[in-house]
């Protein structure tokens, strides 16, 4: 017992567990947003020598150094994320692998900060310096955790189409989150620098970097205790298994077996962590008082009239290949109506809205909505305009609660990196997006399970959580992209009231349908898509008696056309 608890009484055992916090948060703040990054052990070399360099060459305090060597990480994190985090998938843990050999080459041959001998003689920081910035930095996080960037953090990382789809900007989201990872293992550098006296640039390799990568992983990634965990395991575990001398490695190579076939989520797991906050919140839940239900809120100009323009798509193209998926396409869209889009499948019906979104660039065309050229724009900056859309294959947050999942579709409508940074100054705003999440959710039908996982709705539900997601941002135009498929004909006319409904207070939708009785029933004027071409457009009645529409199409009837 009493050598399980000595490694707790070693100071330089609680300072290096204050400094792996700070790192493995550093790195969690990256992993959230879906990115993997191997160099965080570069920033912490750039905040250990830019602390160092400041308090040493220059002779500065302890307080201005760690925040020279802080600020210095996260404008390096900016400079390398920003170029980087534009695109997707491994180029980040790429890319800061070579980020890791670039500094470690340039602090070999930088005469000035000590070559290959590194820098000595920093002193200074004190077990309570280091747990004081620990603890802030964690109170901080706990209450960031709740926030609505983290909540645009991992949505990025849960779904990058869907989060574009309600206005968020991926590298925007991911670089704030990577800068201020960057920024915590810098700080995380420069205390120890000033801890163990001396630096030199072999310090801070892959090794290091691993290191930290193996905090995160280790304790999980479902919410900041996970790095925690995990960075305290990993730094007292190598003392304690000192104690098992021969049989050390055996230990570490069985943990790492368990870990990876029974937990390969971490120790804390993202499932455990959420349902651990269902039950806090249906504690408050309960004695919250009800507040008086918003309706759901569109967006509307003063002057907007009915029946006016509000979509007009001219000469939309677009190939794939030698597949013409969009030939020509010029579609108007009217204020306060609902536009049915039919066809077979193939016909280019999803390729228009994708067009439309900014997913897929068009090859020639032009898509004005009012007077914004939507086809110049990208993705997150259409749906900024108003434009909402839902996908066919189905796009909630599977992981999210079904609250959580509106309330990121409230993104471009809130102040969220005030709220995230500065609440108090944000409270008014956060109260009204509050009740308008539990208006939303009773439009829909889904009040009552705000805190269910939105993976394990059924189908139905998941795209009526789809359509409260496009609502919450106050859109002005919805596209929704077959959201009866998979529904019973007693769900779809529930979808259909309440697409009326939303029609009724003026909202404009496109709707891409199969389900015939619903479209003819619902839809003020349809166009008809086929092989990319527009074939027929007009009222519901004249379109079903259009004999090419029948022939294309409606004739298909009788097989039934498959979703
Ligand atoms: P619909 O939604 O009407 O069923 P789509 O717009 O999905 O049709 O597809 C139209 C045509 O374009 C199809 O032939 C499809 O195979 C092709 N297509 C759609 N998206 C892509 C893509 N990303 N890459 C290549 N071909 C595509
Ligand atoms: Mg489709």
Same mark, same amino acid.
């Given at each position: 017992m009493?050598?399980?608890?000595?490694?707790?009484?070693?100071?330089?055992?609680?300072?290096?567990l204050?400094i792996?916090?700070?790192?493995?948060w550093?790195?969690y703040l990256t992993?959230?947003t879906?990115?993997?990054?191997l160099?965080?052990?570069a920033?912490?070399?750039?905040?250990?020598?830019?602390?160092?360099?400041?308090t040493i060459?220059?002779? $500065?305090?302890?307080?201005?150094?760690?925040?020279?060597?802080?600020?210095a990480?996260?404008i390096?994190? @900016?400079?390398?994320?920003l170029?980087v985090?534009?695109l997707?998938?491994?180029?980040?843990a790429?890319a800061?692998l070579?980020l890791?050999?670039i500094?470690?080459?340039?602090?070999e041959?930088?005469?000035f900060?000590?070559g290959? $001998?590194g820098?000595?003689?920093m002193?200074?920081t004190?077990?309570w $310096?280091v747990?004081? !910035?620990v603890f802030? +930095?964690?109170a901080?996080?706990?209450?960031f955790e709740?926030?609505?960037l983290?909540?645009?953090? /991992?949505?990025?990382?849960?779904?990058?189409?869907?989060?574009?789809?309600i206005g968020m900007?991926?590298?925007? &989201?991911?670089?704030?989150?990577?800068a201020?990872?960057a920024a915590?293992?810098?700080?995380?550098?420069?205390l120890w620098?000033?801890?163990? &006296?001396?630096?030199?640039?072999?310090?801070?390799?892959l090794?290091?970097?691993f290191?930290?990568?193996?905090f995160?992983?280790?304790?999980?990634?479902?919410s900041?205790?996970g790095?925690?965990?995990?960075a305290?395991?990993?730094t007292?575990?190598?003392?304690w298994?000192?104690v !098992?001398?021969d049989w050390?490695?055996v230990?570490?190579g &069985?943990?790492?077996?368990?870990m990876?076939g029974f937990?390969p989520q971490?120790i &804390?797991s993202?499932?455990? @962590?959420?349902a651990?906050r =269902?039950?806090r919140?249906? *504690?408050k839940?309960g004695?919250a008082?009800?507040a008086s +239900?918003?309706? +759901?809120?569109?967006? =509307?100009?003063?002057?907007?009239?009915?029946?006016?323009?509000?979509?007009?798509v001219?000469m939309l193209s677009?190939?794939?290949?030698?597949? =013409?998926a969009?030939?020509?396409?010029?579609?108007?869209?009217?204020?306060?109506?609902i !536009?049915?889009?039919?066809?077979?499948?193939?016909?280019? *019906?999803?390729?228009?809205?994708?067009c439309?979104?900014?997913?897929i660039?068009?090859?020639s065309?032009?898509?004005l909505?009012?007077?914004?050229?939507?086809?110049?724009?990208?993705?997150h900056?259409?749906?900024?305009c108003?434009?909402?859309r839902?996908f066919q294959?189905?796009?909630?947050?599977?992981?999210?609660?079904v609250?959580?999942n509106? /309330?990121?579709?409230?993104?471009?409508?809130?102040?969220?990196?005030r709220?995230s !940074?500065l609440?108090?100054?944000?409270?008014?705003e956060e109260?009204?997006g509050e009740?308008?999440i539990?208006?939303?959710l009773?439009?829909?039908?889904?009040?009552?399970?705000?805190?269910?996982?939105?993976?394990?709705l059924?189908?139905?539900d998941?795209?009526?959580?789809?359509?409260a /997601?496009?609502?919450a941002?106050?859109?002005e135009?919805?596209?929704l992209?077959?959201?009866a498929a998979g529904?019973?004909?007693?769900?779809?006319?529930?979808l259909?009231d309440?697409?009326?409904r939303?029609?009724d207070?003026?909202?404009?939708?496109?709707?891409?349908e199969?389900?015939?009785?619903?479209?003819m029933?619902l839809?003020?004027?349809i166009y008809v898509?086929?092989?990319?071409?527009i074939?027929? #457009?007009?009222?519901p009645?004249? +379109?079903?008696k259009?004999?090419?529409v029948?022939?294309?199409y409606?004739?298909? #009837?009788?097989?039934?056309?498959?979703?």
């Amino acid at each position: 017992m009493e050598e399980l608890l000595a490694p707790f009484r070693s100071p330089d055992i609680q300072v290096t567990l204050g400094i792996n916090l700070l790192l493995a948060w550093g790195f969690y703040l990256t992993v959230v947003t879906g990115q993997l990054s191997l160099g965080h052990s570069a920033f912490m070399a750039i905040g250990a020598y830019g602390a160092s360099i400041l308090t040493i060459k220059y002779g $500065l305090p302890l307080s201005v150094g760690l925040a020279g060597g802080t600020l210095a990480a996260c404008i390096a994190g @900016i400079v390398v994320g920003l170029p980087v985090l534009r695109l997707s998938g491994m180029y980040l843990a790429i890319a800061t692998l070579a980020l890791v050999y670039i500094v470690t080459l340039i602090l070999e041959n930088w005469d000035f900060a000590g070559g290959r $001998l590194g820098i000595s003689g920093m002193q200074g920081t004190s077990i309570w $310096l280091v747990w004081t !910035l620990v603890f802030v +930095v964690g109170a901080f996080l706990s209450f960031f955790e709740r926030s609505r960037l983290m909540l645009a953090m /991992r949505s990025a990382r849960e779904n990058g189409d869907a989060a574009r789809a309600i206005g968020m900007n991926l590298t925007a &989201i991911r670089v704030s989150g990577f800068a201020a990872g960057a920024a915590l293992c810098g700080l995380g550098g420069g205390l120890w620098a000033h801890y163990i &006296i001396f630096i030199d640039p072999y310090q801070f390799g892959l090794i290091k970097s691993f290191d930290i990568v193996l905090f995160v992983v280790m304790g999980g990634m479902g919410s900041f205790w996970g790095p925690v965990l995990g960075a305290g395991v990993m730094t007292i575990l190598p003392v304690w298994v000192r104690v !098992l001398k021969d049989w050390r490695e055996v230990a570490f190579g &069985i943990l790492l077996i368990v870990m990876m076939g029974f937990r390969p989520q971490g120790i &804390i797991s993202p499932e455990w @962590i959420a349902a651990r906050r =269902r039950k806090r919140a249906a *504690k408050k839940a309960g004695k919250a008082p009800d507040a008086s +239900v918003l309706p +759901v809120k569109l967006r =509307r100009a003063a002057d907007a009239v009915d029946g006016e323009v509000l979509l007009e798509v001219q000469m939309l193209s677009k190939a794939f290949g030698g597949v =013409r998926a969009l030939a020509d396409v010029s579609v108007q869209a009217r204020r306060g109506e609902i !536009l049915g889009v039919i066809g077979p499948n193939g016909a280019g *019906k999803s390729t228009f809205f994708n067009c439309l979104t900014g997913f897929i660039p068009p090859d020639s065309g032009a898509a004005l909505f009012g007077k914004t050229a939507l086809h110049t724009l990208p993705a997150h900056a259409i749906a900024r305009c108003g434009v909402r859309r839902t996908f066919q294959q189905g796009g909630v947050f599977g992981s999210f609660s079904v609250r959580n999942n509106v /309330r990121a579709g409230q993104h471009a409508t809130m102040p969220v990196y005030r709220s995230s !940074l500065l609440p108090f100054l944000a409270r008014k705003e956060e109260q009204e997006g509050e009740a308008r999440i539990r208006g939303i959710l009773e439009e829909v039908g889904l009040a009552g399970k705000e805190l269910v996982t939105a993976g394990s709705l059924s189908y139905g539900d998941q795209r009526r959580l789809e359509i409260a /997601r496009a609502l919450a941002g106050n859109p002005e135009l919805l596209l929704l992209d077959e959201p009866a498929a998979g529904m019973n004909q007693t769900e779809a006319n529930g979808l259909a009231d309440l697409l009326r409904r939303l029609r009724d207070r003026g909202l404009t939708i496109v709707l891409i349908e199969h389900n015939m009785s619903m479209v003819m029933s619902l839809c003020d004027r349809i166009y008809v898509l086929d092989h990319g071409e527009i074939i027929a #457009e007009g009222a519901p009645s004249d +379109v079903a008696k259009n004999p090419a529409v029948i022939e294309a199409y409606l004739g298909d #009837e009788a097989t039934g056309p498959t979703p």
